[in-house]
């Protein structure tokens, strides 16, 4: 069976965790088939998509920052098909600790 997921060992010992653990991946494959139907792709090429989605930071004598890469044509498209607004492009603005 060809999946995206990826099965190993589970060591829950207790029903409690047992449950969690598999609501949690219930609501993992629910939430990746609602991506893959509303964007008509499979799950791997969306997430290769944004995963070339980054933030540099960059540090300076006036401080630090953290920016993220400007957004492709594509990945503007799989967010607004998932009415997700894009991150800010300006995430952190830091000034040197005072000496």
């Known amino acids: 069976m060809k999946t995206t997921l990826d099965l ?3 060591y829950h010992r207790l029903e409690e965790r ?3 653990h598999v609501l949690l991946c219930w609501l ?3 939430l990746v088939r609602t991506v893959e139907t509303t ?3 499979t799950w791997g ?3 290769e998509e944004l995963e ?3 933030v540099g930071v ?3 004598p006036a401080g630090s920052f953290r920016q993220r890469t400007e957004l492709t044509k594509t990945q503007r498209d799989i967010l607004a098909k998932l009415a997700v607004g894009p991150p800010g492009k300006l995430i952190e ?3 040197p600790p005072a000496r």
């Open 52 to 54: 070339l989605l980054h």
């Open 93 to 95: 603005l830091a000034t």
């Open 39 to 41: 964007c008509d792709a």
């Open 8 to 10: 190993r060992p589970v």
């Open 58 to 60: 960059f540090t300076g």
């Open 28 to 30: 993992a494959l629910l």
């Open 45 to 47: 090429k969306l997430r």
């Open 18 to 20: 047992i449950r969690a």
